[in-house]
């Protein structure tokens, strides 16, 4: 069965610093790889996605991500944060031929000024 | 833009209350999903649908059940609501082959 892993329930970031938010899939094969981002009080906004090809991927608000086969890791990244990012963000996998897709807990970020 | 609407952003039921839960999509999607979403825990998938009249159970659909009469759209029922189904309720559509889905607001639901 697939899981996805979100190792950091919490993190606290200085607005105008870098931002890293960790994911690990278990898939054998090569999974379809999503963050999703939701603003209090709202639903799922897609932020990225990969399937397949350029294993760093660009998406929206400034977000990218990179997915490394060795490390069964599609990592979330932004050079520098807004304010306005603050959230809670989630990953997600999925194969070919299955609509469903796995979730993982969520990583909540908290912005200071 | 995909649109996908839930009925209620916020609703307060008693316990034994039958709750019906109803979402829409405009886009044609065939697939649709509901979740519920509570804290630490992520999203969990209770039902879906990959088409009219069809449907599978996800991970957690004890004490729900579902209906798709249209395409268009996907009721999520609680036959006796209780304490326990209180959480954030979120609808969800595929727009293709590729998986990927797109989210309804969410319904926060109180059992009371």
């Known amino acids: 069965a697939q899981s996805v892993t979100q190792p950091d329930i919490h993190i606290t970031v200085s607005e105008g610093a870098s931002l890293e938010l960790r994911c690990n899939y278990s898939y054998g094969a090569t999974p379809y790889l999503f963050w999703y981002v939701q603003s209090p009080g709202q639903g799922l906004q897609l932020l990225l996605k990969y399937f397949s090809g350029d294993t760093l991927v660009q998406g929206i608000k400034g977000f990218e991500a990179e997915f490394k086969r060795s490390q069964s890791s599609f990592n979330l990244r932004k050079p520098s944060v807004h304010w306005s990012d603050a959230a809670e963000y989630f990953c997600?996998?999925?194969?070919?031929?299955?609509?469903?897709?796995?979730f993982g807990t969520g990583t909540r970020l908290t912005i200071i000024p | 833009d995909v649109k996908v609407t839930q009925s209620s952003r916020y609703l307060v039921k008693r316990t034994g209350e039958k709750v019906f839960l109803e979402c829409v999509q405009d886009m044609d999607h065939e697939n649709m999903f509901w979740y519920r979403q509570d804290p630490g825990l992520g999203l969990r998938l209770i039902y879906f649908?990959?088409?009219?009249?069809?449907?599978e159970k996800g991970d957690i659909p004890e004490g729900y059940s579902v209906s798709r009469e249209k395409k268009e759209r996907f009721s999520l029922i609680l036959e006796s609501a209780s304490t326990n189904q209180t959480s954030m309720y979120l609808c969800a559509t595929t727009a293709g082959p590729y998986n990927e889905q797109f989210f309804g607001p969410g319904t926060r639901l109180t059992v009371l």
């Open positions: 649908s990959y088409d009219v009249k069809m449907k």
């Open positions: 997600a996998s999925g194969y070919f031929g299955n609509e469903k897709l796995t």
